[in-house]
């Protein structure tokens, strides 16, 4: 285990080309194989905060496992930290299943065969027959292109995943099985989502964002019972 934090973000600001600030001040430690909640109303700053972890957006004082997050780290940085997008159609683009499992570890400078070993351990581990690798991305179900987009940083062997209202748009049955499989992956985890009980149910720590500043942070039981707390900042 490494003795930095998996991820540690000082005093973040971020202002977007339009003049719009997302972020002011946002401070953040999470620990290895902590899973944490980004809870906040939209606009809070959740998606602005996550870009910044795998280098989509690149700025200010955001680590790694002690790497800062630069432009010559980020190939290093995109292997540790998995970006799952909230909608798969934004983050699939092969022909096959298996094309879009393998790309991340390709870039790896893996061999074919230990490609390959990643592609069928990925897809089992997401609860994925291997009759799937041969079908077209855009021929599966909402549910099925989720746990593709969860199993393309899996096989890259992500040691954070971070996962951007990962139950949106689900029926309770795929819901239920992404809780589920969330649970059982293990690794350091970030999870931005609305959805109050699956953050109840996963993380060990909730922050709550309000108009790109953290508002409050602490044990999950604790901010989701403040109810004052959630309504003031437009959670409820």
Same mark, same amino acid.
């Given at each position: ?116 070993? /990643?592609?069928?351990?990925?897809? %089992? ?5 291997? #009759?799937? !690798?041969?079908?077209? @991305?855009?021929? =599966? *179900? ?44 293990? /690794?350091?985890?970030?999870?931005? %989502? ?5 953050? #109840?149910? !996963?993380?060990?720590? @909730?922050?709550? =964002? *309000? ?26």
């Amino acid at each position: 285990m490494s003795h930095y934090s998996a991820i540690e973000i000082s005093n973040l600001d971020y202002k977007y080309p339009d003049g719009t600030q997302a972020l002011h001040g946002v401070s953040l430690k999470v620990a290895e194989n902590e899973t944490v909640g980004l809870l906040g109303h939209n606009g809070a700053g959740k998606s602005t905060l996550i870009l910044h972890l795998n280098g989509i957006i690149i700025g200010g004082d955001v680590r790694v496992f002690g790497t800062p997050v630069t432009k010559k780290s980020i190939r290093q940085v995109r292997q540790r930290v998995g970006l799952i997008f909230q909608n798969p159609d934004d983050q699939l683009f092969c022909p096959t299943v298996f094309d879009d499992i393998a790309f991340g570890a390709r870039q790896l400078g893996l061999s074919d065969k230990e490609v390959i070993e /990643r592609v069928r351990h990925s897809v %089992s581990e997401v609860g994925l027959d291997e #009759s799937i !690798l041969k079908k077209n @991305v855009f021929h =599966l *179900s909402f549910g099925q292109k989720k746990l593709v987009s969860i199993a393309t940083v899996t096989a890259m062997d992500a040691r954070v995943l971070v996962f951007d209202e990962p139950t949106a748009g689900l029926d309770p049955r795929a819901r239920k099985k992404i809780i589920s499989l969330l649970r059982s992956l293990g /690794r350091t985890q970030i999870i931005a %989502s609305h959805d109050l009980d699956l953050l #109840s149910q !996963l993380c060990d720590r @909730v922050v709550l =964002l *309000s108009g790109g500043a953290v508002a409050a942070e602490g044990k999950t039981s604790d901010i989701l019972n403040d109810i004052s707390l959630l309504e003031k900042s437009g959670v409820l």
